[in-house]
């Protein structure tokens, strides 16, 4: 028996003191921030979508027609288009395919039904947007519309979501398997060579992770079309980036760089990469940061691969490029100073004992 177990005189204040260190009443704390804020996040994203400025091209076979019609859609109350006038319809319908615009609307001067395109492929709920605020506009001026949809969600991609899911599992899979490296071996690398050791772990990891999610998600379950190859290489640098943003947030903050990983990727990243919604139907906080956040950076150019062969998704592997090298220099930096700073030895068995769960 312990002292502690054989002293009865011990009061349970005293035992709760014991048993409940400050920085796990700490850790505790910071739990519950981080749950609250992802009932803010995802609430505060998704309980009231409203479409703003959605990109629209707009095609008549004159230019004052053209004209007329983008100015009367653009002055639509709370500006849920942003027209754009085209030469012809070739034009729009390349737009739409290089994703400039999510739509165009073709004016019939000699008729009352006018035809609008749109793209399900970029999401269901935003083509259904556009196409109930463009037929809502063109009913005031007494005319009808007739929707195409030219880039059409695959049959086995329910309203466009297969993209969003893929995304949403690979990041899961980057921060996991970079907190269970910490798991194993302390959060902190006691110097570079460990560092280096993780990272390479890491892509090992991201290749394998983004080659299974690709096949899974096209031959096996048939959800998405597209080029297995371009899946595969997205998935991975997705996966590495996720990785090794959470490889430097432990560097920086030790185990709480988990929650901070969680806090960036899941909390703000997930409402607000444009998967339930996309971005014409955010809130502008969750609007303005998607594009630059993995998971809506990862969406986007799924969606790219799987309708639009890839256009437009260049802007989107910069940034997650971006935060893969971010995240790799951070943690090689953080074990640099750590060995400056006099850190644990090599052989010294965890990484960073201060790490670890202290033993009862």
């Given amino acids: 028996m312990t002292p502690t177990d054989a002293d009865p005189s011990r009061g349970f204040l005293a035992e709760i003191k014991d048993a409940v260190t400050i920085r796990a009443a700490l850790l505790v704390v910071g739990v519950l921030a981080l749950q609250l804020a992802f009932v803010t996040s995802y609430i505060g994203a998704f309980h009231q979508p409203k479409p703003h400025e959605i990109p629209l091209a707009v095609v008549a076979p004159a230019q004052p027609v053209a004209a007329q019609a983008v100015r009367q859609l653009a002055a639509l109350p709370g500006d849920p288009l942003d027209p754009e006038a085209a030469a012809d319809e070739a034009t729009a319908l390349r737009l739409i395919k290089d994703r400039e615009v999510d739509g165009a609307l073709i004016i019939d001067p000699a008729g009352r039904t006018d035809r609008l395109l749109v793209a399900s492929g970029a999401g269901a709920s935003l083509s259904q947007a556009l196409e109930q605020v463009v037929t809502l506009a063109e009913a005031g001026r007494q005319r009808a519309v007739r929707v195409t949809d030219v880039a059409p969600a695959d049959r086995g991609d329910a309203r466009g979501l297969s993209s969003f899911y893929l995304v949403v599992g690979w990041c899961v899979g980057g921060y996991l398997c970079a907190a269970i490296l910490a798991i194993s071996a302390g959060a902190r690398p006691a110097n570079p060579a460990r560092a280096v050791i993780r990272l390479a772990a890491l892509l090992a990891y991201a290749v394998v992770a983004g080659l299974l999610g690709a096949v899974i998600a096209g031959p096996v379950l048939g959800a998405l079309p597209g080029s297995i190859a371009a899946f595969w290489g997205l998935g991975t640098l997705l996966v590495f980036a996720v990785g090794a943003i959470t490889l430097a947030f432990q560097g920086l903050a030790g185990v709480v760089g988990i929650g ?98 202290a033993a009862r």
């Fill in 260 to 357: 901070l990983a969680i806090l960036l990727v899941v909390v703000l990243g997930n409402p607000s990469a444009g998967g339930a919604y996309p971005y014409p139907l955010l809130p502008p906080f969750w609007r303005a940061i998607g594009p630059a956040l993995p998971p809506g950076a990862g969406t986007y150019a799924a969606r790219s691969i799987a309708y639009f062969k890839g256009n437009g998704m260049g802007p989107s592997m910069l940034i997650l490029a971006g935060w893969a090298v971010l995240g790799a220099a951070v943690t090689l930096a953080c074990a640099l100073f750590r060995r400056g700073d006099g850190g644990p030895a090599v052989g010294s068995g965890l990484d960073d004992p201060a790490d670890a769960p």
